[in-house]
Nanobody, 117 residues
Framework: QVQLLESGGGLVQPGESLKLSCAAS????????VGWYRQAPGKQRESVAV???????DYADSVKGRFTISRDNVKNMVYLQMTNLKPEDTAVYYC???????????WGQGTQVTVSA
């Protein structure tokens, strides 16, 4: 079983930066594909950034060049460094872990990010 707990959300102004963290429990963390998803009010949840167990990264077009995902398999942590934040980045951000072989998703509770002047 894997449990995920996000932290680091908050209220920032446009152009500012924020770093989200996700702490994972469980011994299988290192083999999971992990990522960050977000859901804005009235919209579907969307993928923001993912990183595989091998370190390959993929980003949504809307955040390329602004967001960076990283992971620490020793500490069982996933991070999302967000820079040059825009009002359209406002959403609840969720940490996700995906076990490829089991085709199973694990989700955190989410953390609110609000970008507003």
């Amino acid at each position: 079983q894997v449990q995920l707990l996000e932290s680091g959300g908050g209220l920032v102004q446009p152009g500012e930066s924020l770093k989200l963290s996700c702490a994972a429990s469980g011994s299988i963390f290192s083999i999971l594909r992990v990522g960050w998803y977000r859901q804005a009010p009235g919209k579907q949840r969307e993928s923001v950034a993912v990183i595989t167990s091998g370190g390959s990264r993929d980003y949504a077009d809307s955040v390329k060049g602004r967001f960076t995902i990283s992971r620490d398999n020793v500490k069982n942590m996933v991070y999302l460094q967000m820079t040059n934040l825009k009002p359209e980045d406002t959403a609840v951000y969720y940490c996700n872990g995906y076990h490829v072989n089991r085709a199973r998703d694990y989700w955190g509770q989410g953390t609110q990010v609000t970008v507003s002047a």
